[in-house]
């Protein structure tokens, strides 16, 4: 059994930034990557930003230049810091992890149930 828990949504004011977490556990063999999706309203789920178990990130065109994901490996927690956010950021993020378990020993994606950044004035 796996667990992604979120943390860190809320509301803020266009410009302001937000600090999102995610703690995987259960019973984890081994993580490829860990990273970021969001979901507006009407739109399909879409890339933000992952990091690999390497260090490598990856982030959407969009978001360049004001997010950065980090992780930490011992503690699996993947952070994505949000500055200068805009009122298209708003939408429900979701936290991915690409790892494998004890029990299967291969790997899929696994997803936190999301949590919501509201970004208004």
């Known amino acids: 059994q796996v667990q992604l828990e979120e943390s860190g949504g809320g509301w803020v004011q266009p410009g302001g930034s937000l600090r999102l977490s995610c703690v995987a556990s259960g019973s984890i063999l081994s993580m490829l990557a860990m990273g970021w999706y969001r979901q507006a309203p009407g739109k399909q789920r879409e890339l933000v930003a992952v990091?690999?178990?390497?260090?490598?990130?990856n982030y959407a065109v969009s978001v360049k230049g004001r997010f950065t994901i980090s992780g930490d490996n011992v503690k699996r927690t993947v952070y994505l810091q949000m500055n200068s956010l805009k009122p298209e950021d708003t939408a429900v993020y979701y936290c991915?992890?690409?790892?494998?378990?004890?029990?299967?020993?291969?790997?899929?994606?696994?997803w936190g149930q999301g949590t919501q950044v509201t970004v208004s004035s």
């Open positions: 991915n992890a690409d790892l494998a378990t004890f029990d299967s020993g291969t790997y899929h994606d696994y």
């Open positions: 990091i690999s178990s390497g260090g490598s990130t």
